[in-house]
DNA sequence: ATAAATACGTTGCATATGCAACGAAAATCG
DNA sequence: CGATTTTCGTTGCATATGCAACGTATTTAT
C-alpha cells in the first residue's frame, strides 16, 4: 500500500492499492456476506435485510417504535418505517397507536412474524456459528476490532 | 448470543441478539467508514465511491476496460459503466476503443483525473494509518481475517 | 466457412435509497 | 397557560442500484 515510486519529475508519489484498502477490504467482505445471507432470507422467506433487521428486532425487545428500531440497529428512519409498512402488509407486525404518546407507533411481531423469526434464526446462529469457525481463535479479537471501527466512526471521520 | 431460554411451551429459543450478529457487526463498521469517506469525497472532490474505485483502480493499473474493474474491484458491470460515463463526462477519464477487441472500451485517466486522484489519496492514506493506528498490533490479523472472508463468501454462502 | 455460443458494454425498467418536507403530537419556554 | 421548539413517523422526490435484455463483436464448434 505504501510503496514509494518516483515520478519523472522526481516527485514521490506513493502507489495505492485499493484492494489494500482496508475500508475497501471492509466494505467488500461486508459486501459478499450480507448477499450471501440476503440470497437465504429472500429465496427462502421473501424478506430483505432491512425488513429481517427489523423483525429480529421485535423478536428480541418483544416490542418498540420506529424511533427504538432506528437508534438500535442504525437504520434510516425511513428505511424502518417502509420496512415496518411492508411486514404489516404481510401480516408479520402489527403497528399499534402507542397509548401514552400518539407520536409513536408501535410495532410487534404478530403470531406469523413470530412463527417466521423462529424458522429464520436457526440460519443465522448457523452462518454465525461457521464465520466462528471460520476465524477461529482470532474471532474474538475480530469482533473486538469491529466493534471498535464502528465505535470510532460512528457520526464523523475519526 | 447464544444464551437460550425457556419457552412456556417447554421448547428452547435461542435469545438472538442482533447487535452480536457478526454479517451485522461487519455490515455496520463497513456502512459508517465509507459514509465518512464518502462524506469527505463527495463534499470535496464531488465523487462518489465508485467513482473512486473507478478512479483508483484506473490510476493503479494504468488503463483497463470495463470487465477489467468489474473484476478486480468487484463492481456490477453497469455501476463500472456507469462510473465511467460520469467520469467521462468530467473530464477525469478517456474512453478508446480497443484497438484489437472492439467489444472492449479502454479506459485511463486523463490528465485531470490524475491530477485528481494525486489529490485524493493523500487522504485516503491518512485514513488507513488512522485506521491501522486504531487497530495496533492488532491489525494485520484484522486484515486476514477480512481476506478470508471475503474469499470464503465471494460467490455462495459458504 | 458458416452457424451457434459466448463475451462485452450500455440501457431500460422496476425497485431501493437518502434526504428534506410535512402534519401531528408532545415538551419546553416565557 | 399560550407560544415556540422539538420529536415522531410518513411521504414526495431525485438519485442509485441490480437485473435482464439488447446490439455488437469475438470465439468456438460443426
Known amino acids: 500500500m505504501n510503496d514509494d515510486s518516483v515520478r519523472g519529475d522526481g516527485a514521490v508519489q506513493p502507489v495505492f492499492d485499493l484492494t489494500q484498502f482496508t475500508p475497501y477490504k471492509l466494505a467488500l467482505a461486508a459486501q459478499l456476506l450480507s448477499e450471501a445471507l440476503a440470497r437465504q ?7 430483505s435485510i432491512p425488513d429481517w433487521r427489523v423483525l429480529v428486532h ?10 427504538d428500531i432506528e437508534t438500535s440497529v442504525v437504520m434510516e428512519k425511513s ?10 402488509g404481510r401480516g408479520l407486525v402489527a403497528k399499534r397507536p402507542h397509548p401514552e404518546d400518539k407520536r409513536l407507533v408501535h410495532l410487534s411481531l404478530t403470531p406469523e412474524g413470530q412463527a ?29 476490532a469491529l466493534d471498535l471501527l464502528a465505535d470510532k466512526y460512528n457520526l464523523q471521520g475519526g
Open 79 to 88: 428505511k424502518v418505517s417502509r420496512a415496518a409498512s411492508r411486514l404489516e
Open 41 to 47: 432470507y429472500r429465496q427462502r422467506f421473501g424478506i
Open 116 to 144: 417466521l423469526v423462529a424458522e429464520i434464526q436457526p440460519l443465522a446462529l448457523t452462518l454465525q456459528a461457521q464465520i466462528e469457525a471460520d476465524l477461529g481463535a482470532g474471532f474474538a479479537d475480530f469482533a473486538k
Open 58 to 67: 421485535l423478536s428480541h425487545s418483544g416490542g418498540a417504535s420506529v424511533r
